[in-house]
């Protein structure tokens, strides 16, 4: 069987460690499945060699590529601060439609971590990747738009909370049923079917009653009303947690939690701190999914890290485990399972990139490629 898996190379270190994540796949999957299945990997253009080329950052065949497929994976690409270009990653999340911001996070022995217990960490959080106050609705303080939204909510809507209306700018925070139902819905099947109990809604509903506080109450009704016999035969439990008070619980008892899902700001800062908690900040993968048209994009989570560009010194394990969690999408469990075996004797001997190598107590540093071809030796 070929699968045709479209990819963006992306900028700065992107290019460096496809290339490794390509060959490792490559090596894994004909190790683990043998010559009739294999990867046919087309490269799509998107970010800055995209633009050298046509003029365009994120060309319309991109975008189409992915659609036709399916499925994709991508490299970083550069978004500046402050002007220029908006965000690729929003722009191409946005175009699918991809709803699901999904983190799994795990430890491998070896890897240096700020805490006592990183073992007990194997978090998967489902992120919210369209709505809430992450939408971009907003607007500048003194500008026409904050003046007349604030005289619409003041005269209209008899808001008189605004503390400094004449110096306020304003961020609105849309949280409807469907966009919380889908994402809870795609975190509950997740878990059904990865053998994982307990699925936590992590909100700040005690605050904001309406926005965070539906969607915690609307995951407890979609699990009644869909899920209602998996509840009932004790195979699913469903309970919340208030986000300030996740992030103390996970980080004293992580083994208490197996999915979240929460809101998308909420998922942004909580990612990242599980994946600081394993050590993983810079390793850590992800992906966004469309669960209803199966649409998926695999992504390093990290940047185009540009002080190191072009070294040799890239750590390309965030893309590499990126590719594995495409495998394990596509079912192809071995060959991903093969990578994980191969990372976890790696690391556990020390062999890693500079960055992951220095933290270690037997770290021996290898640059990109002789860690990749390290890699592919342990399959
Ligand atoms: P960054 O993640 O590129 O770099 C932060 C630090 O981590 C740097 O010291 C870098 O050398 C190091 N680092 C990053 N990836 C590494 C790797 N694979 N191996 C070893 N070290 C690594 O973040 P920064 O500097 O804030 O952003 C640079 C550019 O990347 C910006 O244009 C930003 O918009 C873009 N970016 C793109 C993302 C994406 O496409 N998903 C995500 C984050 C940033």
Redesign the pocket.
């Known amino acids: 069987m070929k699968l045709t898996v479209p990819y963006i190379a992306?900028?700065?270190?992107?290019p460096?460690?496809t290339a490794a994540m390509r060959r490792v796949i490559d090596a894994a999957v004909a190790k683990a499945c043998g010559p009739e299945r294999r990867i046919d990997w087309r490269e799509v253009p998107a970010g800055q060699a995209a633009f050298a080329q046509s003029g365009t950052y994120l060309p319309d065949g991109t975008v189409a590529a992915f659609r036709a497929c399916g499925l994709g994976i991508?490299?970083?690409?550069?978004?500046?601060?402050g002007g220029g270009i908006r965000?690729?990653?929003v722009q191409l999340r946005q175009e699918l439609d991809l709803y699901v911001c999904l983190r799994p996070v795990r430890w491998f022995k070896g890897i240096a971590s700020p805490v006592r217990h990183p073992e007990r960490v194997d978090i998967t959080v489902f992120r919210e990747n369209t709505e809430d106050i992450y939408a971009g609705i907003e607007w500048e303080s003194g500008s026409e738009g904050a003046r007349r939204l604030y005289a619409f909510l003041h005269d209209e809507l008899g808001v008189s909370k605004v503390r400094f209306p004449e110096t306020s700018a304003y961020g609105v925070k849309p949280v409807s049923r469907e966009g919380s139902e889908r994402l809870i819905r795609a975190a509950i099947r997740y878990a059904l079917d990865h053998g994982r109990k307990r699925v936590t809604l992590v909100h700040k509903g005690n605050i904001m009653k309406y926005t965070e506080g539906g969607f915690r109450r609307w995951g407890y009704e979609l699990a009644q009303r869909e899920f209602g016999a998996e509840l009932a035969a004790g195979r699913l439990e469903m309970d919340d947690c208030i986000t300030d008070a996740f992030l103390q619980n996970a980080l004293l008892r992580p083994e208490d939690y197996s999915v979240v899902a929460t809101l998308n700001l909420n998922g942004d800062y909580i990612s990242d701190m599980l994946a600081a908690q394993v050590g993983g900040?810079?390793?850590s993968p992800?992906a966004n999914i469309n669960y209803d048209t199966g649409c998926a994009i695999f992504?390093?989570?990290?940047?185009?890290?540009?002080?190191?560009a072009g070294k040799d010194?890239?750590?390309?394990?965030?893309?590499l485990l990126s590719g594995v969690m495409l495998l394990e999408h596509v079912g192809w469990e071995d060959a991903a399972q093969l990578i994980y075996s191969a990372l976890e004797r790696s690391f556990a001997e020390g062999y890693a990139?500079?960055?992951?190598a220095s933290l270690m107590d037997n770290g021996k540093p290898l640059g990109?490629r002789a860690f990749t071809d390290h890699l592919i030796s342990c399959l």
């Open positions: 992306g900028d700065g270190v992107g460096e460690v991508k490299g970083p690409l550069a978004t500046p601060v965000s690729l990653n900040i810079g390793i992800g992504e390093a989570t990290h940047g185009t890290a540009p002080d190191i010194l890239a750590n390309p394990c965030s893309n990139t500079r960055d992951l990109t």
